[in-house]
């Protein structure tokens, strides 16, 4: 069946520090990606997506490129803020729509100041 | 944004008796919504979908006579997890859809 796998944590790095947290997958067809963000006390949050192959989703700060021949999507950032650290969930979609997401085990990261 | 609650943060009940999770999409309605189960450090795991004015749907390995679900309306899922023991306790969450998931914070359940 479908899967995530995702960098174990927990990572923790510097303010400014650059930050990748790997994510891979296995799927049938045509998965949409997603990465989500965990902030304390809060609901998961979409954090930015990607639909098809070598197409690259962005937001604050944050990138990551769809990458079918290698069946990854990289989170990563240039430069963190103490505001980043959360818990970060890679997950796929099955389908084009955000429906039966199947989610990585999440990797905690904490940014010292 | 849209948002979605849930209802309690947390609870601690006896093994053996019935608890009730509410979840709610505060300013949008919502056909759709999921329950999830998160154990320690591990991932969300899908139990099943909520369809408002229908049967849920679930997972496979999910008892539903457990884990009983209803959408009464298009802002309210509950989740009544039913005689209730240790293994259940759990992180439950809960999403509804418009246009992407929207997820609610989380309920602790303690079964003690």
């Known amino acids: 069946g479908d899967s995530v796998t995702q960098m174990e944590g927990p990572v923790t790095l510097s303010e400014e520090a650059f930050l990748t947290i790997n994510c891979t997958y296995t799927?049938?067809?045509?998965?949409?990606l997603f990465w989500y963000v965990q902030y304390p006390g809060e609901g998961l949050q979409l954090l930015l997506k990607?639909?098809?192959?070598?197409d690259k989703g962005s937001n604050k700060g944050f990138e990551a490129t769809y990458r079918k021949e290698t069946t990854s999507f990289h989170l990563e950032k240039g430069s963190v803020q103490v505001s980043d650290s959360a818990v970060y969930f890679c997950?796929?979609?099955?389908?084009?729509?955000?429906?039966?997401?199947?989610f990585g085990q999440g990797t905690r990261l904490t940014i010292n100041p | 944004g849209a948002v979605v609650s849930q209802h309690p943060s947390w609870v601690i009940c006896k093994s053996g008796t019935s608890v009730k999770i509410e979840c709610r999409s505060l300013?949008?309605?919502?056909?759709?919504m999921f329950w999830y189960r998160q154990f320690p450090k591990q991932s969300l795991m899908l139990m099943a979908t909520?369809?408002?004015?229908?049967?849920?749907?679930?997972e496979q390995g999910v008892e539903k006579d457990k884990f009983l679900i209803n959408h009464a309306s298009l802002t309210l899922s509950t989740l009544t997890v039913t005689s209730a023991h240790p293994e259940d306790s759990s992180f439950y969450i809960c999403?509804?859809?418009?246009?992407?998931?929207?997820f609610g914070p989380g309920t602790r359940l303690t079964v003690t």
């Open positions: 990607a639909t098809k192959a070598d």
């Open positions: 300013d949008f309605q919502a056909t759709t």
């Open positions: 999403s509804a859809i418009l246009l992407e998931q929207y």
């Open positions: 909520s369809n408002e004015g229908s049967k849920a749907t679930y």
């Open positions: 799927a049938t067809g045509y998965p949409s």
């Open positions: 997950a796929l979609s099955p389908n084009q729509g955000a429906q039966k997401l199947v």
